[in-house]
């Protein structure tokens, strides 16, 4: 039998089959939106589900993560959708695995870059093993704010502006963002609302980072209240518009 498709199939239309990354500063409220996805439960790095009723499992080493991670994908159960909370603590304690292996105090030990070649073979394994779960995958970071330079002749030159990204070491943040369908910045405005942004922003004195799949006449909005109802209704009116 071939393993090959016949012919090319139409874009999904169910969120459970994109992989999402939510991210901002802590107490947004990004724990609180992951938590109102079908049946959630969380692989929990940090404390953030303890003041709200969900299902979590507690990870405080990278075996613990291969355990709950294989767990989900052999046990029987009845989650629809995996929450990573947050990539940030799971990142360190990637690391911390990989010294620990092989006797290290620091990644750059390992000779001739190896150190960080092994971080990145584990990193970007746990992010593909995630997302082959049958399940709808989430990620949650906290961000970050960095002064963008640019290269001027032979000097790197501040240029007076930010930019405001997941906050993980640039290797890391770009294999984890290259892995995501949808970046949205989970933002607190000057009036107290909470808001989802899922285009990127260029502006005279910060560039925000954000990322969603779709085109033109089939977009999310460039921001939506911060809840799933309203994530949902946007999805729908969109990508079923795509598909069809």
Same mark, same amino acid.
């Given at each position: 039998?071939?393993?090959?498709?016949?012919?090319?199939?139409?874009?999904?239309?169910? @969120?459970?089959?994109?992989?999402?990354?939510? #991210?901002?500063?802590?107490?947004?409220?990004?724990?609180?939106?992951?938590?109102?996805?079908?049946?959630?439960?969380?692989? /929990? $790095?940090?404390?953030?589900?303890?003041? @709200?009723?969900?299902?979590?499992?507690?990870?405080?080493?990278?075996?613990? &993560?291969?355990?709950?991670? +294989?767990?989900?994908?052999?046990?029987? =159960?009845? #989650?629809?959708?995996?929450?990573?909370? $947050?990539?940030?603590?799971?990142?360190?304690?990637?690391?911390?695995?990989?010294?620990?292996?092989?006797?290290?105090?620091?990644?750059?030990?390992?000779?001739?870059? !190896?150190?960080? !070649?092994?971080?990145?073979?584990?990193?970007?394994?746990?992010?593909?093993?995630? %997302?082959?779960?049958? @399940?709808?995958?989430?990620?949650?970071?906290?961000?970050?704010?960095?002064?963008?330079?640019? !290269? &001027?002749?032979?000097? +790197?030159?501040?240029?007076? %502006?930010?930019?405001?990204?997941?906050?993980?070491?640039?290797?890391?943040?770009?294999?984890?963002?290259? /892995? @995501? +369908?949808?970046?949205?910045?989970?933002?607190?405005?000057?009036?107290?609302?909470?808001?989802? %942004?899922?285009?990127?922003?260029?502006?005279?004195?910060? !560039?925000?980072?954000?990322? /969603? %799949?779709? =085109?033109?006449?089939?977009?999310?909005?460039?921001?939506?209240?911060?809840?799933?109802?309203?994530?949902?209704?946007?999805?729908?009116?969109?990508?079923?518009?795509?598909?069809?």
């Amino acid at each position: 039998m071939s393993i090959l498709p016949k012919q090319a199939t139409p874009p999904s239309s169910r @969120m459970a089959d994109y992989v999402w990354h939510f #991210y901002g500063e802590p107490g947004v409220g990004k724990t609180t939106l992951a938590n109102q996805f079908p049946s959630p439960i969380f692989i /929990a $790095t940090e404390p953030g589900t303890s003041a @709200m009723h969900a299902a979590s499992v507690d990870v405080s080493t990278w075996q613990d &993560m291969k355990l709950v991670l +294989d767990a989900l994908r052999k046990e029987k =159960h009845s #989650y629809k959708t995996v929450v990573l909370d $947050t990539v940030d603590v799971a990142y360190t304690l990637c690391t911390t695995h990989v010294c620990e292996s092989n006797g290290w105090v620091d990644v750059a030990d390992g000779d001739f870059g !190896r150190g960080w !070649r092994a971080v990145d073979r584990e990193w970007t394994n746990m992010i593909a093993q995630l %997302r082959s779960l049958p @399940m709808c995958a989430i990620f949650i970071g906290h961000e970050k704010r960095e002064e963008i330079v640019e !290269r &001027m002749g032979s000097r +790197d030159v501040a240029t007076g %502006r930010q930019r405001v990204s997941t906050a993980l070491p640039r290797s890391a943040r770009s294999t984890l963002h290259a /892995a @995501m +369908d949808f970046i949205l910045r989970c933002e607190l405005t000057d009036d107290n609302e909470r808001l989802l %942004r899922t285009q990127p922003v260029e502006g005279k004195r910060e !560039r925000i980072e954000a990322k /969603a %799949r779709g =085109h033109k006449g089939a977009m999310l909005p460039d921001t939506l209240p911060m809840s799933f109802k309203e994530l949902h209704t946007a999805f729908k009116a969109n990508f079923d518009k795509e598909t069809k």
